[in-house]
Nanobody
Framework: QVQLVESGGGLVQAGGSLRLSCAAS????????MGWFRQAPGKEREFVAA????????YYADSVSGRFTISRDNDRNTVYLQMNSLQPEDTAVYYC?????????WGQGTQVTVSS
């Protein structure tokens, strides 16, 4: 069973940057497309970004396109989300998971808070 552990969140001013990491256990990680998702207070979880098994193809929500970059290191079983030009509306708990069909078990997520 794959376990997912997100890290790298924090408090940053508008215009700042953060790099999130998602460490995954399990031998099948390298065969999965992976995605990042986020959930803001009072809102449903939404898709942010995804990449195919190699990282060669990437997909982004319109709200983050041009600002966020997803990448992965299959040797380290890790997927990353580089977030630049952060805005207060990016404030949320960020999660990673298999994409597009997510695994039933989510990690604890990592909190990103952007102050104006």
């Amino acid at each position: 069973q794959v376990q997912l552990v997100e890290s790298g969140g924090g408090l940053v001013q508008a215009g700042g940057s953060l790099r999130l990491s998602c460490a995954a256990s399990g031998r099948l990680f390298a065969s999965y497309a992976m995605g990042w998702f986020r959930q803001a207070p009072g809102k449903e979880r939404e898709f942010v970004a995804a990449c195919n098994w190699s990282g060669g193809r990437t997909y982004y929500a319109d709200s983050v396109s041009g600002r966020f970059t997803i990448s992965r290191d299959n040797d380290r079983n890790t997927v990353y989300l580089q977030m630049n030009s952060l805005q207060p509306e990016d404030t949320a708990v960020y999660y990673c998971n298999k994409y597009p069909a997510t695994l039933p078990s989510w990690g604890q997520g990592t909190q990103v808070t952007v102050s104006s």
